[in-house]
Structures are given as C-alpha cells and as structure tokens.
C-alpha cells in the first residue's frame, strides 16, 4: 500500500480544477463554489490554529447534511485532525458518550442538535462551533475566542492579496494515518469507534471514480440523502462525487418520501444512491399503483405489446428517480425480493452492493450491467474476499474480508479489535453468504442482529432489549423490524403478573407504558412503533440464547 497517494491531495486538486463551479447546495438554500469551499476551509484551519490545534487531534462533527457540515468534515482532514462524526439522531446521552470516548478537543453543531446537547456533560472540550454560520455556542478557551473574533482580520492579514488556487497547501497525509473515527453505536455498552485511515477513503473513491465516475457526465448532480455521518453516504454521496468535482445537493430536512421525490424531481440526480426501504417506498407507492390494473396486467402478458408496455413503465420509474440517473445504487440491507425482480424484469439500471463502516464502507460492487438478482456484486480489486465454508458456492459461511478499505481497529477496544481482526488480517463480518463461481456474492443471512433505519442509520436490537428488558413486568424482549417498523416482541414476567392479578388489559396498557417511557430514551430512528406479547418464552439455543431468525 506504500502507492497509495494523499487522500487529501484529491481534495485539493478537485476544488483547484473545479475553482469557478458550483460545490455544495444545501436543498432550496445557498450554493457554494468550489472556491467558496476553499476559503472557508482555510478560515477554520486559521481558527483551528491560533485556538492551538494540533495535528491528530479529535474534532467532532454532529448536525443534520449541510454544506457546512461538509465545509467542517474537510477542513477537519486538510488540517490533519481526527474527524470524529457524529449522527444527528443520537440522543444528548449518546452524543456525550462519543465526544468524551473520542477525546474531542472542539464539536460542530447543528441547529437541532445545539439544543440538545449539555455542555457540561463534556468538559473536556474546549469549544463548540454552530455549523450554520461558525460561530461559537461555547467557549473555554481566550485563544479560541480571539481567533474567531478576529477571523475575518486574521485572514486578510494572512492573504492581503485574495486567497487563490496557488495559496492551497494543506496538509499531506499518509495511507496509514488515521483519519477518521466513525462510531456504529452511541450508547456505553456497545460502543465502537472505528478507526479509520486516510488509505479507506481512498480505496473508496478511487474505486468509485473508475468504475461508476467514467460513466457520469462531467459536471454530474448528485443528491445527498444518507446521513453524512454513516460511512455509506459519507463515501458514496459526500466524498466520491466532490473529488470528482460534482455538484453535490444535500436534503437539509428530513428525508421523507415526498421530499425525496419532489427533491429528484427538480435535482435530476446523475446518479442515485439509496437504502431499500426508500426505494421501495417509492415503487410502492407511486409505481404499484398505477401497474396494477387488468389492463396493464393483461397487455403484460401479451408477447406482442408487453416489450414496449415494459419500457413505458420503465420509464415512468426512471422519472420517479429524476429521469437522468446513470442507475441506482442500493446498499446497506437487502432489497425486496419482489421489487428487485420487478425492476429487473423492466430492465431499470438497479444494482446492490456491500459494505461496513469498517470497510469505510465498500466490499463488493458491481455496475447494474453485471448485477444479479438476490446478489450484492462482486469484491472490489482492492480488497480480498473469501466465504468461510467447504463449498462456498453451495454452502454458506462467514463472509471475511481483508484489504486498502480495511479499518486499523476500534478506538480503545483492543479486546474487540481482536475478535473482530484475525491473525493473518482477515476482518470477520459477522455476515453469512455464499459466493458463485464468478464472484458475485449472495448474503444469506446476518450472524449480526443489526437492523437498518429507513435513512440508513445502523440499529442495533440488543441495545434497545437490554433498555425493555429491565422495565416492568418485562422478562425477556425481541426487537423485530416489519417494513420500516420496529416492533418489541414481549414476554412478560408472568409469574408477577400472576401474583398481581393482572388482566391481559392490564398488561397491554403496562407494555404501552414502557414503549413511551423508552421512545423517550431512544433516538428517532430506533423507536419502537407497537409492542406484541407472547404467550410462551422465545425458543432458545443450548447457550441460551433467542433463536432470532424464527421471529423475523
């Protein structure tokens, strides 16, 4: 990996070729240029500085998509400080937990979340920045204070000339460095910082702008949907199409289906990138309904008119998406069996690819061309993939994976980094699939319980279990996701509930409680939406342990 180049020198290169181009737009908001970027990045490398940064240091980073949170995320690496990014669903407690683990030493904030969080319950910061305008919240530092009072003189004094593409000399990293910290979880227990560096980033982009950038227009539109702060729509929808100088749209509000599709509508997006449940919300919704009556499913099966009926519906799917998309990108959890198919069969240009945030995130990809239905493409040429199973072609075993896009370990947790990472380097999934003889590779199940949020948001069951099953009347829980629903699972303590008389009302209504009172503790994105009691305990293995995948 000693050919590995400055990942931070793509960023200069990008923003000097592309100096007079549009950058960054924050949905129905401001634009900036390429150049635009440039000048804010160095105005926080000279805040950064004068508050006595140093190289290495942890800066994190927790607000809803912006332009600015871009803004923050590249200056944070051109400066050669550790980005530390935080999603913005977590709850005050979550965030406390990774800007402590993390060491920060300064943390950017949106508008939303400036409200949420307690300074107090992080001491050892010494600043926190608003990312709308990059002022400061709190300050605990004179160096911090006069840096960003004067920022404006200060930089004028540096550049009395204008500052220009020849001004750019940021900092040149190292593929070993690391450069990122990105945690899977935000509570105590389960928390894992994965420690990636600058050489992850780079396999990443280099992969995509080789193999989906030489089939893009040069000055692409591209939309952001996935939270930034996920290593998918950090890699795919942030890093990728900046370096490759795009015009990047971020959705600053919450991503529902109508803004998602008034947003392709106006964007028209070169390509898409996205999480099953969002696509099939849309196909559901606003392309089922309009396929399904007799007519159209009787000229489908007429071999005559079914070819062009099939291309009138593709098209109407493609214009769903911006009608402009080179394809679309699906990854982070399975997609519908039936929606896969019934794209498939209108030949729309879908594809599916893996990943983890410890590969930062891509394993294996393939362009829709080569896409095969139930798979999730093929290994990336820079990484080695290999299924743990004597015929991994018809039995499935562990998927492990080793290579450029490969984490160095987890923050502090030598413990898990050593469960996780083998002797020989191999990084173990935790996924279950079989592999055919061409390479594609078919997940068949998950030996992590990890559930996927409607916006790509990682959740984790055991978490939210081990919060239900310490309230009332609850003796051991399952968190199961129906669509974009999660449900708890319930058996109570029946015993008690006999002891106390209490009805089968009675337990609903206790249940009801404890849904509402651990929503409360919960981020968005992983409340639980109704609750089902169980008559008899979950069937366990001989460790005692649920058997999972016969509740899903």
Known sequence: MNNIPSFNSYIEKTIIDNWLLDALTDYKGTTLQYHDVARKIEKLHIMMEAAGIQKGDRI???GRNSAHWAVAFLATLTYGAVVVPILHEFNDEQIHNIVNHSE?????????IVNVINPDEMPQLEGIINLPDFSLHTCRTEELM????HLNEMFGHKYPNA???EDIHWYKDSAEELCMINYTSGTTGFSKGVMLPYRALWGNVDFCQKNLGDKMPKFSRT??????AHMYGMAIEFLFPFCSGYHLFFLTRLPSPAVIAEAFKEVCPDVVVAVPLIIE??????VFPKIQSNTI???LQMPVVSKKVKERICHEVYAAFGGKAYEVIVGGAPLSQEVELFLKSIEFP?????GTTECAPLISYSDYHDFVPGSCGTPLPCMEVKILSPDPENIEGEIVTRGTNLMLGYYKNEEATHEAIDEEGWYHTGDLATMSSDGHIFIRGRLKNMLLGANGQNVYPEEIEDKLNSMPLVSESLIVQRGDKLVALVYPDMDEAKQMEFSQEDLENIMEQNRQELNAQLPVYSKLQAFELQEEEFKKTPKRSIKRYLYK
């Open 60 to 62: 994190a980073l927790c």
């Open 104 to 112: 920060a030493r300064l943390l950017f904030v949106g508008d939303y």
């Open 146 to 149: 006069y840096a960003r009072e």
């Open 163 to 165: 500052f220009r593409k």
């Open 223 to 228: 939309l952001s949907i996935l939270p930034m």
């Open 281 to 286: 919300k849309i196909i559901r919704k606003r």
């Open 297 to 299: 499913k009787i000229m």
């Open 350 to 354: 879908i594809t599916v690819g893996y």
